[in-house]
C-alpha cells in the first residue's frame, strides 16, 4: 500500500480559525511553521489584508520565533477585529478570524452562536 503525505512547509495560527477576546485585552498571534526544516527569513503579518505597520506606541509589536513569529496587539480594540495573516517566507501562509468583543453582551452572544454551531440547539447560558 503506497501513501502520500502532505510535506509541503505551511503555517498555522494557534487558535484558528476564529479567536474571540475582551475589548482592552492583549492580542497574541502564535504562528508556527509546520513541516519547515529551516526557521523564515522573515514572516509578514497582514490585517484584512494590509501589511500591519509595528507601532509600538500603539502596542503593536512582533516577538521573531524559532520556527514562527508571534503578532502582539496589546489593548485591542474593535478595530483590531478581522483577518490576520502570517506569511512566512518559507511556508504556505495561514489565516484566523479574530473578533474583539465589547462587554458582557457581545461575549454572551459569541458564545451562544459558537453553542449553536457545536451543538446544533440554540441554548443561551446568559438568560
Not at 18 to 26: I, Q
Request: proline share 5%; net charge neutral; glycine share 6%.
Amino acid at each position: 500500500m503506497f501513501s502520500l503525505c502532505d510535506t509541503e512547509a505551511r503555517a498555522e495560527i494557534i487558535g484558528a480559525p476564529d479567536l474571540h477576546l475582551k475589548s482592552g485585552s492583549t492580542l497574541r498571534l502564535s504562528c508556527v511553521l509546520r513541516q519547515s526544516t529551516e526557521p523564515p527569513v522573515y514572516v509578514f503579518w497582514y490585517h484584512d489584508d494590509r501589511m500591519i505597520n509595528y507601532d509600538r506606541e500603539r502596542g503593536v509589536s512582533v516577538e521573531a520565533e524559532r520556527f514562527g513569529s508571534a503578532l502582539v496587539v496589546r489593548e485591542a480594540r474593535r478595530v483590531d477585529s478581522g483577518n490576520y495573516t502570517c506569511v512566512p517566507s518559507n511556508a504556505r501562509p495561514a489565516s484566523v478570524n479574530v473578533h474583539v468583543l465589547n462587554g458582557k453582551t457581545n461575549l454572551s452572544s459569541a458564545l451562544s452562536t459558537r453553542l449553536d454551531l457545536l451543538s446544533g440547539a440554540r441554548w443561551n447560558p446568559f438568560c
